[in-house]
């Protein structure tokens, strides 16, 4: 939604980019969360493919927008980071759709997402 | 057996009405972000709403008088036209947007290419609604609605924190900074506002008329109103849950319409996501046709043209054009790449901005004793009807500019 009203205006504000960084943390959360619990639950892989990509596009067009974007001097190394992240997060979505999914590239992409979420939680400005 | 089959009207208008795509989202959202502290939001809603479809069958019974009929004779000409086109714009938004979220949920099920889904619901609702008579299609889309009780299931499964969501019931809470308190506030309008969309209303008074409700009918009247809505209620209370179980906890704010859908099914995986799923799929596919037909409705309604469902199609040639067109247009706009959640955000938001004109003029001729001879609002009718009026006013005044300074709800 954000992405949508900065189209336009490509600065993004410290406020933003927090917002921004927010998405992409519960991103990289959700599909986390939801790799986790498919180990323990039966879903067609029509379902699985379906949601994840809605997940990927959700982090396409976060990728997309962010591209564009600059921001305030002080606050441009977080938002290189967000860009570097939010791409990473991206590719693994989109990798995650492509593989066959089983047990140690499941908990392989669970990690580096994990790692990804946590670098992100860091690096957002405060 | 009539009467329980009656009561269909008042669930497939109710879970049409506020359990729709928009709602499913929105109040996952809440959940996510608030956890069970915008209950209140649903309750006033949700009364809110049981109190004005009541006035509104009654009016529909008793004057004769659907929602934009009373529009036409208790607003003046020009504010009444731009009530019109609003509403119908809205009607048409809201519309492409449930097309588009059908399609999500049966390529969620099935995986089909999501376009070509979408091209074959939108021929085959209208396809429905064309061949079917209005009592089959409440039927059809109420009860298979009600399998959505899956997400209750799986809310109540999940241990939700009944004392947390007991304190749910207070609006008043402590917020960490400006932007949670607009952001707390921005949900608590949109949760308001979803409940009270205005194609429930003119939905609900033209079917009274479609169903041949005569004052004898009365008594039904609060019983559909109240009932359906109260299951439209649990069902939202359900969605409140589920985002406060299951996301908030890992700092995730849900955009897409498959988590929540997935949200409902989490206890038990697949076959529930398909419950779920066709539940969803019934709510939202109802939504879609109350509102191509709510804006046949209120247009000839508004001009005095012949309309109903019931009636020949050679009766009601505008009418039939009008549903049908809105289906066409609806499907073009989500067709044309128009993401189906970004729709439906700005019509609950819009549609909060244009309420007022739409309730204000039902509780003007409920509490009108010419029109409505014994059978006008009571005092605690027109005191309740009173209250939610300025709450629509103030939640109205506030959409916009909620709207703006949040971001669209973003966190």
């Not at chain 2, 009207?9 to 929105?26: E, H, S, Y």
């Not at chain 2, 085959?124 to 299609?137: C, H």
């Not at chain 2, 209250?387 to 006013?393: A, D, N, Q, R």
């Amino acid at each position: 939604m954000l992405p949508f009203l900065v189209a336009c205006s490509h600065s993004l504000s410290h406020e933003e980019l927090q917002s921004e960084y927010r998405a992409s943390i519960s991103l990289a959360s959700e599909t986390e969360v939801f790799l986790n619990h498919r180990a323990g639950h039966t879903y067609s892989a029509q379902s699985t493919q379906a949601h994840l990509s809605y997940l990927e596009k959700q982090g396409a067009d976060i990728d997309r927008d962010l591209a564009s974007a600059s921001a305030k001097p002080p606050d441009l190394p977080s938002l290189d980071a967000l860009k570097n992240a939010t791409r990473d997060l991206t590719q693994t979505l989109h990798d995650l759709r492509s593989q066959t999914p089983n047990a140690p590239a499941q908990t392989s992409s669970i990690a580096h997402l994990d790692s990804i979420r946590e670098h992100l939680q860091a690096d957002m400005p405060r | 057996m009539k009467k329980l089959l009656g009561l269909t009207f008042g669930i497939m208008t109710a879970l049409g009405g506020f359990v729709d795509l928009g709602q499913i989202v929105f109040t996952t959202q809440a959940g996510a972000l608030f956890g069970y502290q915008l209950l209140w939001s649903i309750v006033v809603g949700t009364l809110a709403i049981i109190v004005y479809m009541e006035m509104c069958g009654r009016v529909a019974v008793v004057a004769g008088e659907p929602v934009f009929a009373v529009v036409r004779t208790r607003l003046s000409k020009p504010l009444g036209i731009i009530t019109l086109v609003a509403s119908n714009l809205l009607n048409l938004l809201t519309c492409a947007a449930e097309l588009g979220g059908v399609a999500i949920i049966i390529h969620l099920l099935t995986g089909w290419p999501e376009k070509l889904v979408l091209l074959g619901v939108g021929l085959i609702l209208p396809l429905i609604v064309y061949v079917s008579r209005f009592q089959w299609i409440e039927r059809t889309f109420g009860l298979s609605g009600l399998l959505m009780i899956v997400f209750a299931v799986s809310a109540v499964v999940l241990h939700p924190d009944w004392h947390a969501l007991a304190r749910g019931l207070n609006p008043y809470v402590h917020l960490a900074g400006r932007h949670q308190a607009l952001l707390y506030a921005y949900f608590a309008v949109g949760i308001f506002s979803a409940m009270l969309m205005e194609y429930e209303v003119h939905f609900y008074s033209s079917g009274a008329i479609e169903e041949d409700w005569k004052i004898k009918d009365l008594s039904e009247n609060f019983l559909v109103s109240s009932f359906g809505s109260a299951l439209g209620a649990l069902l939202t209370v359900a969605l409140l849950a589920l985002g406060a179980i299951l996301f908030l906890p890992h700092h995730i704010f849900p955009e897409q319409l498959s988590s929540p859908v997935l949200a409902g099914a989490w206890p038990y995986g697949q076959k529930a996501l398909i419950i779920g799923g066709l539940g969803t799929i019934a709510c939202i596919g109802g939504a879609s046709i109350e509102t191509a037909l709510s804006g046949a409705y209120n247009l000839c309604q508004f001009f005095n043209w012949p309309w109903g469902k019931n009636l020949p199609r050679k009766s009601a040639k505008i009418f039939t054009a009008t549903w049908l067109g809105s289906f066409l247009v609806a499907l073009i706009i989500v067709l044309a790449g128009v993401q189906p959640l970004q729709l439906v955000n700005f019509s609950i938001i819009f549609g909060m901005a244009i309420m007022p004109f739409t309730y204000y003029p039902i509780l003007r001729v409920a509490a009108d004793k010419n029109t409505m001879g014994k059978h006008v609002n009571n005092r605690i009718d027109t005191v309740l009807g009173t209250i939610f009026l300025i709450l629509i006013v103030i939640a109205a005044a506030a959409s916009i500019p909620l709207m703006v300074l949040t971001h669209i709800g973003q966190p």
